[in-house]
């Protein structure tokens, strides 16, 4: 039988556990709401690279990949087989190649990418370079080059995985952006889902704080 001096030790007591039930179950909602925004953002992330929304815009913009001593790696080249396609058809006046180089480097993704495209029949004249380590400095710069010649529609070729961040990115640097995706990556299947997951991460918090800000914390 609980002795009246002890009625204060038990009341509190109770309280706590009630305090302790009232805080786990904030946690598990903050999970849950969380984890159901990130799936929610993965499939966007998936749906957006299986869409196709090329149109005639002021110019393309092929994001860099890896590039050999000058020579497209297979990933970078299946972007730009991609923007010849979408050159023939007539989808810009200009295009944006991007990349910086790894030290060591004699070229530039966007150099490389520029002297490919040259190769396959579109002009060099109608070229432009823009460096950038990231995706995120790629795109500013381009957005630079852009609103220098008061032009801001444009159609982002990349791997499917990458196209929504890329988009959200451009819409961020006050670009209007549409997105038209390779479809001969060779980064398909599992590979494709764990890009897939990583960019779903990536917008995720990056419509929260916006690219820029996630940039400065990841480097």
Known sequence: MTRLSDAPAVLADGHSRRRLRRALRLVIALVLV?????????????????????????AIVVMGAAQYDGRPSPQLASRLDHVV?????????????????????????????????????????????????????????????????????????????????????????????????TRTSPVVGAARFRHEMKEAVGVSVGRIIGFDALLRITG
Request: aromatic share 8%; net charge negative.
């Open 34 to 58: 969380c984890g159901a925004y990130y799936v929610v953002n993965l499939w966007l992330v998936h749906r957006t690279g299986n869409s196709d929304q090329a149109r005639p815009v002021d």
């Open 85 to 181: 396609e979408l050159w023939r058809q007539g989808m810009a006046p200009l295009v944006i190649t991007t990349g910086s180089k790894q030290p060591g480097d004699r070229f530039t993704e966007a150099q490389a990418s520029a002297v490919y495209l040259g190769e396959h029949g579109v002009p060099t004249s109608a070229i432009e370079q823009a460096g950038g380590a990231t995706s995120y400095e790629s795109l500013r710069e381009a957005a630079s080059l852009l609103h220098a010649r008061g032009l801001q529609r444009v159609l982002l070729v990349s791997d499917p995985y990458h196209s929504l961040r890329i988009r959200l990115t451009s819409e961020e640097l006050g670009l209007t952006a549409y997105v038209s995706p």
